[in-house]
Nanobody, 128 residues
């Protein structure tokens, strides 16, 4: 059974930084593209960033481009999201997810339907 466990969330002032981690277990981590999504209160869950199974390609939502960096350590079965220059509108529960298919290299990395396993989420709150 696949398990994804996020950590690293918390309360930070605007302009600050946080680093989220997601530890995966249950299947060969290096075979799967990983994504980060977030859900703010009263809003739908949205794509934040994704990284290919090899780590060679990364993708970002326009709202976080230049501020957030996704990375992975396949030896540690962990994906990270470094968040800098945080804004109050970044406040949300952040989820990591793993794609359904191995070696996914399609164009729909932003589509939640491409992911079949999700973590429980970690809260990020940015105060103004």
């Amino acid at each position: 059974q696949v398990q994804l466990v996020e950590s690293g969330g918390g309360l930070v002032q605007a302009g600050g930084s946080l680093r989220l981690s997601c530890a995966a277990s249950g299947r060969t981590f290096s075979d799967y593209t990983m994504g980060w999504f977030r859900q703010a209160p009263g809003k739908e869950r949205e794509f934040v960033a994704a990284i290919s199974w090899s780590g060679g390609s990364t993708y970002y939502a326009d709202s976080v481009k230049g501020r957030f960096t996704i990375s992975r350590d396949n030896a540690k079965n962990t994906v990270y999201l470094q968040m800098n220059s945080l804004k109050p509108e970044d406040t949300a529960v952040y989820y990591c997810a793993q794609t359904k298919r191995k070696y996914y290299s399609g164009s729909y990395y932003y589509d939640q339907l491409e992911y079949d396993y999700w973590g429980q989420g970690t809260q990020v709150t940015v105060s103004s």
